[in-house]
């Protein structure tokens, strides 16, 4: 598992997702929505900190 956030939009959105690999080709799947940039700083001032947390 790890995390990954999407920078199209101006507040990113982070995600937790998981590779799923079939032979050779490998797929990534979003697990769960982490929150966005501006949610996780309201919560908490080290966001990343908290991304790894819900990783784990």
Avoid: C, E, P
């Avoid at 959105?13 to 996780?40: E, M, W």
């Amino acid at each position: 598992m790890k995390w990954n956030n999407d920078h199209k939009s101006k507040d990113s959105t982070y995600f937790i997702q998981v590779d799923i690999r079939n032979g050779r080709k490998v797929t990534i799947k979003n697990v769960t929505r982490i929150g966005k940039h501006s949610q996780l700083w309201k919560i908490t001032n080290d966001f990343l900190d908290y991304a790894k947390q819900k990783v784990k």
